[in-house]
């Protein structure tokens, strides 16, 4: 088997500059999927209910439709990280606050902006390429510099 691609995830859906008001918006995600990017996506469990939202719970959704390889679910409360690990094995999901390090329910090893990366990590906004020599993937809100490091 070859080497494996290196994984670009869109932090909330961006992938060409932050736009604060689109952020974990359905519609900005979905573009981000269509444009062949994963996303890492800020959700809360509210009222017996699932939301994007970074600050708060903001849209309604159904977890269902992001149960899947190409989302990376960032539990904004314990509620959401309790029912994704126990009743959505396949959800790559996480939670964490001022971790240097948190691992994901797949594995995978999350760093915190500004650390450095070690094997099967997903960095945080890499500032140079050096930063992303033995990551697993990238999560960003812009990919212009990224995409000439790789």
């Known amino acids: 088997m070859g080497p494996c691609k290196m994984r670009l995830i869109s932090h909330r859906g961006n992938t060409n500059g932050a736009i604060p008001e ?24 509210h009222k017996q209910k699932w939301y994007l939202g970074h ?64 094997k099967n990590s997903i960095v945080l906004f890499p500032k140079e390429k050096s930063d992303i020599i033995k990551a697993f993937g990238i999560c960003a809100d812009d990919f212009t510099e990224i995409r000439k490091w790789i």
């Open 22 to 45: 689109m952020e974990n918006n359905p519609v900005h995600i979905h573009s981000a999927i269509s444009s062949g990017f994963d996303v890492e996506l800020d959700v809360y469990f």
């Open 55 to 118: 600050d708060e719970p903001k849209y309604l959704i159904n977890i269902k439709d992001y149960v899947q390889k190409k989302y990376w679910l960032h539990c904004k409360n314990s509620e959401a990280f309790e029912k994704l690990y126990n009743n959505f094995p396949d959800a790559n999901c996480f939670w964490h606050e001022n971790d240097k390090y948190t691992i994901t329910s797949h594995g995978y090893i999350w760093c915190f902006p500004g650390v450095q990366n070690i």
